[in-house]
């Protein structure tokens, strides 16, 4: 349907040209459909009138967007009830359709819950104004109208009791007719064209990277057992083509990284119909390490890092203003061959109903996901999630490689999966390191005294963050030099700072102590001569003792497991940080009271995965999927992922003088800069942010109370800043003691 050239879509955009390059973004007859009637609301003589409002002379931007917002007004209801006027066959597929069209420029909810609010609002949102307006639309586009609003209402009143629609089918069918509409038409927005996919990998292209892996592989020294696991696990895949998850299960020290990035080019280039290569690990603290890797492989550049704290690269001439909003929206729909994100990125991209996540959920398909250290993901979710992974995985043509050194035993939750490592892996592999538990460390002075008594490097890992700087003050060494610590009351920036000058150091022979929490056990490439561990899951062990002996050149290491110390009679402070079911505390114990060689963890790892299993209540997310439950899918994940601990605030700890006051001054200015409209100077503010993650950390509230008697702290912006003159905080220590025991166990 086209209209008179004489409407606009945006400031100095034709309504036609944008309708236009949308409907050609994909060739699909209902994406074409849901185009034609998307943004029919937009030819109201209000928005063409907000539309071409143009800024007086002399105007600043606060007085032209004051003037603008008095004539701003909606389009996405009229679009919809266009719609509903002009189709005849009202199946599931009309309701994708519709929704996707109300929805747009808001997020998906739960539809039965839509139905509902709309049936209980509708004469006031649909009034005889509204209905005059949409009237005029519909003349000025050539299509019906009705204004028979009773015939809505009937509609979703009888939909709302049938619930025919629920079907996990439809699911799909909502999210990519949603997700398409968004893609197609910020793309358009931004770059005045129509969006086109990045190309498939391509052969020669894939054929270069395999080889500069193998070549990579040359330079170091030859290790048998990586070459026999590598050789079975290509093997196992080339039996086993026709699958589309590949499981890999393996110990540290066989490569996985390097094996899964070449298993997911082969992948691509044997189906020849890949585009992306993604990579999630869970952790921000770890992606850099990854991403460094693939660059030597895949070339400086070519690989993006996105995550929470990701940077827009500029051009620095920006000769084109819009430039700069071209690149951080680029970034954001990971229009790149290669990703390596976090497990956050990922499943928001799968579950999420924000327009945000969604956008970029059509730059899923046709690709390799490489999900590593799954057992990250928490083990209530897990089952529901590979069991997504399943559902997504023949929908969007995504073929999965998840990967773990500790991995619970799901291949049978999935139909079509195929496990690519042997047990062998585990019991023929070179021992780097026994287990043993020792109970006679017992306290403090017993294990200060055993590290102090150790002329190796040695990595003790503590369950919270008040034992772990007890014990750092207790041992001898000089800090920053022969011991350091690592805990979360540490920034972001320092934390990675500190991992660079432990690696140095190991490197060139020397004997330090590290004491650290939990963050250290997955990704971290650390290689240490002897471990300490509080008593912890079997799996977490596992992982912290991956960074001991790890390239296997130091004989048998050992590695102390030890039971629960104690710093303090406050029950709140000795709280354990895992549930009991994870600690399978006898059974663990009993295993490790004789000394337990790496290569016989295998077995006792399935047993401990197996009993938690079996006491495990899985939260089940493919129901609300469903129901198209949207927003309550989300909610779910959010409460079992990423869980709301309102004790919990951000704080910014400044490391220079006036750090964050000259923050909100750049922002100010970038807001205020007449060269940027709204959207220009929003993604600069957006990509000055990222700058304050790395100086942010999360604390309990009680922390900030105690600081606020002490210390200068101000509160904007929905967190609290810690003036640089504080010397409660120092980069190696994080804070002071006195501050420390006021953190409950659980903050890690």
Request: one cysteine or more.
């Amino acid at each position: 349907m086209q209209v008179d050239d004489t409407f606009f879509s945006h400031p100095d955009k034709t309504y036609n040209e944008h309708i236009n390059n949308i409907a050609d973004s994909f060739d699909e007859k209902n994406h074409k459909v849901v185009t034609h009637y998307h943004d029919l609301g937009k030819l109201s003589d209000k928005f063409q009138a907000y539309i071409s409002l143009k800024k007086n002379l002399n105007e600043d931007n606060k007085g032209f967007e004051k003037r603008r917002n008095k004539l701003k007004t909606t389009h996405t209801l009229e679009s919809a009830y266009l719609y509903f006027c002009n189709e005849d066959e009202k199946n599931n597929v009309f309701l994708a359709n519709f929704f996707a069209i109300l929805k747009h420029h808001t997020s998906l909810s739960d539809i039965q819950k839509d139905m509902n609010v709309y049936l209980s609002v509708i004469d006031k949102n649909i009034n005889d104004e509204r209905l005059k307006s949409i009237e005029a639309i519909s003349h000025k586009s050539d299509i019906q109208f009705n204004d028979d609003i009773g015939e809505f209402m009937d509609y979703f009143e009888d939909l709302y009791e049938e619930n025919f629609y629920q079907t996990t089918q439809n699911f799909f069918l909502f999210k990519k007719r949603y997700s398409r509409l968004i893609l197609a038409d910020k793309f358009e927005a931004i770059f005045n064209k129509s969006y086109i996919n990045i190309d498939y990998l391509k052969t020669n292209n894939v054929d270069e990277y395999i080889q500069e892996i193998h070549d990579i592989i040359a330079t170091k020294p030859i290790n048998s057992f990586r070459n026999r696991a590598k050789k079975v696990i290509f093997e196992n895949y080339k039996n086993n083509k026709n699958s589309n998850i590949y499981l890999i299960k393996a110990p540290t020290g066989v490569g996985k990284t390097f094996i899964a990035l070449e298993l997911a080019l082969q992948i691509a280039k044997d189906r020849g119909d890949k585009r992306r290569i993604i990579t999630a690990i869970p952790f921000t603290s770890i992606i850099d390490q990854t991403h460094k890797e693939y660059e030597t492989i895949l070339g400086k550049d070519k690989v993006l890092k996105y995550h929470h704290l990701t940077k827009y690269k500029e051009n620095k001439d920006e000769d084109e203003q819009e430039q700069f909003s071209q690149k951080v929206f680029l970034t954001d729909i990971w229009h790149e061959h290669f990703i390596v994100t976090t497990f956050n990125q990922l499943l928001y991209t799968f579950f999420s109903n924000h327009n945000r996540d969604n956008v970029r959920l059509e730059t899923l398909r046709d690709s390799v996901i490489i999900v590593d250290e799954i057992q990250n993901i928490p083990r209530v979710l897990i089952s529901s999630v590979v069991k997504v992974f399943e559902l997504f995985a023949k929908e969007y043509n995504i073929h999965f490689i998840i990967m773990s050194a500790t991995m619970p035993s799901f291949e049978n939750l999935l139909n079509n999966s195929v496990l690519l490592s042997e047990d062998w892996f585990y019991n023929k592999k070179e021992n780097r390191y026994k287990l043993h538990f020792k109970p006679k460390i017992n306290n403090f002075e017993t294990l200060v005294e055993e590290i102090n008594n150790k002329s190796k490097s040695v990595l003790c890992v503590l369950n919270t963050i008040d034992k772990a700087k007890t014990l750092f003050q207790d041992i001898e060494g000089k800090e920053r030099e022969e011991k350091f610590l690592l805990t979360t009351h540490q920034i972001p920036l320092h934390r990675q700072e500190i991992i660079d000058e432990i690696k140095k150091a190991l490197a060139c022979g020397k004997k330090i102590k590290l004491i650290s929490t939990q963050l250290i056990e997955a990704g971290v490439d650390l290689d240490f001569d002897v471990g300490y561990r509080e008593f912890a899951p079997f799996g977490s062990i596992i992982q912290m003792a991956g960074r001991v002996n790890r390239e296997g050149k130091k004989g048998i290491s050992d590695i102390f497991v030890f039971d629960f110390l104690e710093v303090s009679t406050k029950k709140e402070v000795n709280r354990l940080p895992y549930r009991s079911i994870d600690l399978q505390e006898e059974d663990t114990i009993k295993w490790l009271k004789t000394p337990l060689e790496e290569i016989e963890i295998l077995e006792n790892l399935e047993t401990y995965f197996k009993k938690i299993k079996e006491e495990t209540s899985n939260v089940n997310l493919l129901e609300p999927m469903q129901k198209l439950e949207f927003q309550s899918l989300k909610q779910l994940l959010d409460e079992n992922f990423m869980p709301n601990q309102p004790w919990k605030v951000s704080l910014f700890v400044e490391q220079s003088e006036n750090q964050f006051n000259n923050y909100i001054q750049e922002r100010t200015s970038i807001l205020n800069n007449p060269k940027y409209d709204v959207f220009e100077a929003m993604n600069r503010v957006k990509n000055l942010e990222k700058d304050l993650g790395l100086y942010t950390i999360t604390v309990n509230n009680k922390l900030i109370d105690k600081l606020m008697s002490n210390y200068n702290v101000d509160e904007k912006f929905g967190r609290f800043i810690l003036t640089n003159n504080c010397d409660a905080y120092t980069k190696y220590k994080g804070f002071n003691p006195e501050y420390t025991e006021l953190e409950e166990a659980f903050e890690l």
